[in-house]
RNA sequence: GCACCUAUGGUGAAAUGGAUAUCACAACGGUCUUCGGAACCGUCGUUUCAGGUUCGAGUCCUGAUAGGUGCACCA
């Protein structure tokens, strides 16, 4: 539709003032009250045709709105001018009976943006014998929705997950197991509630709790650090039995635990890529780039000094003087391997804020060693999920874990439930399915970059601009396409009200803001789009009797509301959200 | 110190350079309790400061102020 009016405006153009190659705008105004679709072209071409015509920009609209009027398909109902100089199109009743039809049959414009492309997203990334703090369910939340939204824009997506299962942190975490220290074996794991009652993550919580001890000694206490040292050698090089056998206990235990989480969230992953691994590709990388003169030795340690590539950036160590491999050496393998594993056009990789200069060192280090490569990397991150006070650290002990806080929301809203009749076993689930849409919700609904402020009173409430609220809206929707259903009604768009309703021209929107979305890579306008929606068709219910069998309307009020259903259900989706039957 | 990011009602956010800056929470007042009230309607109140570009700036540029993140052997 777009494209007609633009092409319905070149031609006005060209017939009433002998123009061509104008760059205009044909966007949908904020408001609805300003149209469909509007145009500034009056006000664009206004400087330069003012001083020839003598005339104003109100007089060359007028001009531009006569002949449009004269030529203008029977889509578009009206045109007017408003404001400065704003040409406004209305679309036709037609025009949105039609398009609610597509709807009703599920049939979508083709996407574009992301059309034969094939895309590996890394999300997630938490790392074994560490806590899976909220940090992951931040990166895992906003990757999954990115991932799903290249889906439905036409993309192939293969999803990744990269897991340190190597490092500092492990030695951390072994030398806190070895001590079995009295405050990590006498603390108390006992699930919270009935939620987590065959809850696996009991293991990975001690192991988490032995690493903070050892976090914290390390830093604190100089022999202790010596120790872990000592430890975090041996890691690497496998040799020493009883380490070895804590090791691959404690992997298994934590990655069975978040396999757990990922189960869910309702996320899968087609690769689990391995920091143990990519360090021995990584090394093999750097040591024949050493020889080429891209890496340099630098106090013991080889480094990669970018800020002779692009002055913005900084020198970063890639093996220490230790001669371990760092997590920059790692990156160079992992990409290696991530586009030798799959022909990509493009890898995307969504973490903290925090990486974001580490990403682009080391971004540039590819581009000296794969710079067809390099040009296909998107680093994409988001800031923090923050407390009132202080930021969140695993290292420190203020760590708030994924598997708390989804188990604060899901008893949360398994309280609000409590009157409604259901089965347990039913209401349970979907406490789970709310729990996780109220987290993932906060998370999603604002722009990425900006920090979460982690309110707990605020991220479980469920009123007003909340996941649950979507999920809410849906289900009370679909409850009255079933009433409907019952009362022999069905929809129908051949008789139709003498308005149109905003909630129909709200939801022919959707599709462009998938797009959207999709061209940037950001799920929050799906989010924005999402509540709108929500709180017109509410008003429209509010307002309107949907499954009344004398009313004559009845039928076209009912596939609406299907429309609507059906569009909240796709929408949810893209941001990883499911709707439960009852709520 | 250098680099990057951010600054919008009391609070949390939205807004491809467009029109009267949108929404939620809170507060206050109402609907109604008849298709599921986790609802609906109304009132209140906002672009950090100083310049600049533009027909038009929350958005772009310059400077200031405030906050955040990163800056070599952690990940």
Request: proline share 4%; hydrophobic share 40%.
């Amino acid at each position: 539709m777009e494209s007609t009016i633009k092409e319905l405006i070149n031609k006005a153009l060209r017939e009433c003032f002998d123009m061509a190659e104008v760059a205009f705008a044909v966007e949908r105004p904020k408001e609805l009250t300003h149209g469909d679709y509007a145009t500034n072209v009056a006000l664009v071409i206004s400087k330069t045709l003012a001083k020839n015509l003598n005339s104003g920009t109100q007089d060359i609209a007028a001009t531009l709105v006569g002949y449009i009027n004269d030529n203008k398909p029977p889509e578009i109902a009206d045109v007017s001018i408003a404001g400065p100089g704003f040409i406004n199109f209305s679309l036709s009743k037609e025009f949105f009976n039609m398009q609610l039809n597509m709807m009703l049959e599920q049939k979508n414009t083709s996407p574009i943006t992301w059309e034969e492309k094939r895309v590996m997203v890394e999300y997630t990334d938490p790392n074994p014998f560490k806590p899976f703090h909220i940090g992951h369910l931040m990166t895992n939340a906003i990757g999954e929705s990115i991932a799903r939204i290249i889906t439905a824009s036409g993309g192939e997506v293969i999803r990744a997950n990269y897991q340190g299962d190597v490092g500092l942190h492990v030695a951390k975490a072994i030398w806190g197991i070895q001590q079995q220290s009295s405050w990590v074996t006498e603390k108390q794991y006992a699930p919270k509630s009935l939620l987590s009652k065959n809850n696996p993550t009991y293991l990975a919580q001690y192991i988490g709790d032995c690493y903070v001890f050892g976090s914290e000694k390390y830093d604190s206490d100089e022999g202790v650090k010596k120790e872990i040292d000592i430890i975090n050698k041996k890691i690497y090089e496998k040799d020493d039995d009883d380490i070895n056998a804590i090791y691959v206990w404690g992997r298994e235990a934590t990655l069975e635990a978040f396999e757990t989480i990922y189960r869910t969230l309702g996320t899968t992953f087609d690769y689990y890529f391995f920091e143990s691994d990519m360090a021995i590709k990584g090394r093999a990388l750097v040591e024949r780039f050493f020889e080429k003169g891209v890496f340099v030795k630098s106090d013991g340690a080889i480094v990669f000094k970018a800020e002779e590539y692009n002055p913005k950036l900084h020198t970063r160590v890639f093996i220490t003087s230790n001669d371990l491999p760092t997590y920059e050496t790692k990156e160079l393998g992992l990409t290696e391997t991530k586009f030798e594993k799959e022909t990509l056009d493009q890898s995307i990789v969504i973490t903290a804020v925090e990486q974001k200069d580490y990403m682009a060192v080391a971004t540039e280090a590819m581009r000296q060693i794969h710079p067809e490569y390099a040009e296909k990397m998107k680093h994409i991150t988001h800031g923090m999920m923050r407390f009132a006070a202080g930021k969140m650290s695993s290292r420190k002990g203020n760590v708030i874990t994924g598997e708390s806080l989804l188990n604060d929301a899901q008893v949360m809203a398994l309280e609000k439930m409590k009157e409604r009749a259901m089965d347990e076993s039913v209401r349970e689930g979907a406490a789970s399915v709310i729990g996780v849409a109220a987290i993932k919700y906060a998370i999603l609904r604002q722009a990425l970059g900006g920090d979460i402020i982690y309110d707990p009173e605020q991220s479980v409430s469920f009123d007003g601009d909340s996941g649950p609220y979507l999920q809410y809206s849906t289900t009370r929707a679909r409850s009255v396409i079933a009433k409907a259903t019952e009362l022999g009604i069905v929809a129908s768009t051949k008789i139709t009200p003498p308005a149109i309703y905003e909630i129909e021209k709200i939801l022919c929107r959707f599709e462009e803001t998938v797009e959207h979305a999709a061209k940037t890579l950001e799920p929050h306008h799906i989010a924005t789009f999402l509540i709108d929606l929500a709180s017109r068709f509410n008003s429209f219910y509010a307002n309107e009797i949907i499954a009344d069998p004398d009313d004559m309307y009845a039928p076209y009020k009912l596939a609406l509301t299907k429309a609507f259903a059906q569009t909240m259900t796709n929408g949810l989706y893209l941001l990883g959200i499911s709707v439960p039957e009852k709520m």
